[in-house]
C-alpha cells in the first residue's frame, strides 16, 4: 500500500468545534486541534469535489445488498479505502507528538519516565500487577506535545530537558448572528468563537493512503497519487482552508524486544485516539470475542 507523508498548511485561522454551544456568555470553543476524523473527512470531500462523478478508472459502482444498506442506503462508498494518521503539530521540520501522560518531571526537573511499582494494597483489577509512582513529588503540569526527539528519548527510558515552543495561539472574536432564510444579520444576535492559528513555520503533519480495487477491473488504483500538489483543503467550520503540501516527517519508529525467558511487560502508548470495533466470537474462524470500547484487550 502507497502511504504519503503530507502536511496543512492553514491559510488563516481554523475553526474546530467541540460539542459545547455558543449561546449567551459561552464562547465558540473553536480552537482545538483538528480531530483525526475531522481530517479524514475533509479529505474526503476533497475527493468528491474533484471529481463529483464517478470517474472510469474507479470501475462499475457496487450494488448494495439490502443488509448493506442499513439507514443511509443512498451512500456511494466511494474512496471507502481512505486511511489516515494524524494529524500532528509540525514545526520547522519537526514532528511533534501527543506528551505521554506517564512523565513526570517539572520546571526545575528534566522529565523521565514514571517509575514501575508493585500495585501491592491497590484496587487494580487482575492481571494488573504493577503501577505507575511519579519521581517527582508535587503538581506537575506536562505540556501538550512533546517533539520526535524527545518522544525517542521518552521510548528508551531516558531523561531530557523540555524545549518551551509555542505552536499555536488561540484567538476570540465577536461575530453576529445571520439569518439563515434571508441571509441578513439577526438584530441584537451577536456571539464570540474561539480560532486555532498556528504560528509561523507550523503545519499539520499526516499520513494517508487511498488505493482502490475497481469492480470489474484489475490491480489497485492509488487515488491521492492522482491528486496534484499544492491542493486546497476545506477542513473545520467556516470554510477554513489549509493548502496540502508534501512532507517528509516519521512516525517513531520502535524495535520488538527481543524474546527470552524473562517475563515480558507491554505499554500501550497511543499517538492519537483509538477505538476498538465489537467482535462476535466466531468459533470456526478461530476468533476470541472482543467488547469493544477504548480497551485493546
Excluded at 434571508?182 to 441584537?188: A, N
Excluded at 503533519?205 to 475497481?214: D, N, R, V
Aim: charged share 20%; net charge neutral.
Amino acid at each position: 500500500m502507497k502511504t504519503y507523508q503530507r502536511q496543512l498548511v492553514p491559510q488563516d485561522v481554523l475553526f474546530l468545534r467541540d460539542a459545547r454551544p455558543m449561546e449567551a456568555s459561552d464562547a465558540g470553543c473553536g480552537a482545538n486541534w483538528p480531530r483525526p476524523d475531522q481530517l479524514w473527512n475533509a479529505l474526503i470531500h476533497q475527493m468528491h469535489r474533484l471529481w463529483p462523478e464517478r470517474q472510469t478508472w474507479e470501475g462499475e459502482a457496487h450494488r448494495k445488498r439490502q443488509e448493506e444498506q442499513g439507514g443511509n442506503r443512498h451512500s456511494s462508498d466511494r474512496f471507502g479505502a481512505l486511511q489516515t494518521v494524524g494529524p500532528f503539530p509540525l514545526y520547522k521540520n519537526m514532528v511533534f507528538f501527543p506528551c505521554p501522560l506517564d512523565l513526570s518531571g517539572g520546571e526545575d526537573a528534566p522529565f523521565q519516565p514514571m517509575q514501575l511499582v508493585p500495585g501491592v494494597g491497590t484496587d487494580l483489577p487482575k492481571p494488573l500487577k504493577y503501577a505507575f509512582s511519579n519521581t517527582v513529588l508535587g503538581k506537575q503540569t506536562l505540556p501538550a506535545w512533546i517533539s520526535l526527539k524527545q518522544y525517542l528519548q521518552y521510548l528508551k527510558g531516558e531523561s531530557f530537558q523540555m524545549e518551551k515552543i509555542s505552536l499555536y495561539d488561540v484567538e476570540r472574536n465577536i461575530g453576529i448572528a445571520i439569518d439563515s432564510e434571508t441571509g441578513t444579520t439577526k438584530e441584537g444576535q451577536i456571539y464570540q468563537a474561539e480560532y486555532l492559528r498556528l504560528r509561523e513555520g507550523a503545519g499539520l503533519a499526516f499520513l494517508a493512503s487511498c488505493e482502490i480495487k475497481p469492480k470489474g477491473g484489475s490491480g489497485l488504483v492509488d487515488v491521492l497519487g492522482k491528486i496534484s500538489l499544492p491542493s486546497s483543503l476545506i477542513i473545520g467550520g467556516q470554510q477554513g482552508i489549509a493548502h496540502v503540501l508534501p512532507s517528509a516527517w516519521k512516525l517513531p519508529g520502535v524495535q520488538m524486544p527481543a524474546l527470552d525467558e524473562k517475563p515480558l511487560l507491554l505499554r500501550w502508548t497511543l499517538l492519537s485516539p483509538a477505538i476498538f470495533p465489537k467482535i462476535e466470537a466466531d468459533a470456526s474462524r478461530n476468533l476470541t470475542g472482543h467488547h469493544g470500547g477504548w480497551l485493546p484487550s
